[in-house]
């Protein structure tokens, strides 16, 4: 076989690798999403931690006991929030992905970002329950480290059928919610540093790498 030849199929067997990886995992998921995210998360934490700021809400180390009417309505203002958060993230979040994906030429929706959505599905779904629960039973302090844990879950569920450097968030995010199970004081600060640093940190990691 002449060297041109051999390069020639080299190329091709490259080629045909690299449509199989495309068909298997979704690649086209954007590092700038997870910066939006992150920042949306952060300005979130920001508002919320102004709100609890006001003396009836103060929550440090143990929570204190407050009026009803004071703890529904803080509690109602922060579950708002929170959907706003993410209604916003998940915006920004699908924009940038979908202009990436057009740029190669590629669809959003297809049968690797089918497979990606629905591993993920089932964690949050769990998530979600789990908090409502929580938050049902008067133990709203663990709502914080029940979020990034299952978020962090979904991400590794998720990572099978995306970018691998997915699964790596998701374990520094269990991890934090692990942490945040002691200190439930704090979870206003580890919600920010998991949903809005580590976010901001692997999003400018995967634009570098691979959208840049």
């Known amino acids: 076989m002449q060297p041109n030849e051999s390069n020639a199929s080299l190329e091709a067997l490259q080629e045909i ?69 993410f209604l916003v993230a998940f915006a920004g979040a699908f924009f940038f992905t979908w202009q990436k994906a057009k740029k190669h030429g590629q669809t959003v929706w297809n049968n690797a970002s089918r497979q990606m959505v629905l591993s993920a599905f089932f964690p949050l779904l769990a998530g979600g329950v789990f908090c409502v629960s929580f938050i049902y039973n008067g133990c709203g302090m663990f709502v914080g480290p029940a979020c990034l844990v299952f978020y962090g879950l979904a991400l590794i569920s998720g990572s099978r059928h995306t970018l691998s450097d997915i699964r790596y ?31 901001i940190f692997y999003g400018a990691m995967m634009w570098k790498k691979y959208d840049k």
């Open 17 to 85: 690798r690299s449509i199989m990886d495309r068909s298997a995992r979704f690649v086209s998921l954007s590092g700038m999403s997870g910066i939006w995210a992150g920042c949306v998360a952060l300005a979130g934490a920001v508002i919320a931690g102004n709100w609890l700021k006001k003396p009836e809400y103060m929550y440090i180390g143990k929570p204190t006991v407050v009026a009803a009417e004071s703890f529904d309505s803080v509690t109602m203002r922060l579950m708002w929030l929170g959907i706003a958060v």
């Open 169 to 199: 968030l998701g374990m520094l995010n269990v991890a934090l919610g692990c942490c945040n199970l002691f200190y439930p004081g704090l979870g206003l600060y580890f919600w920010a540093a998991g949903f809005g640093l580590l976010n």
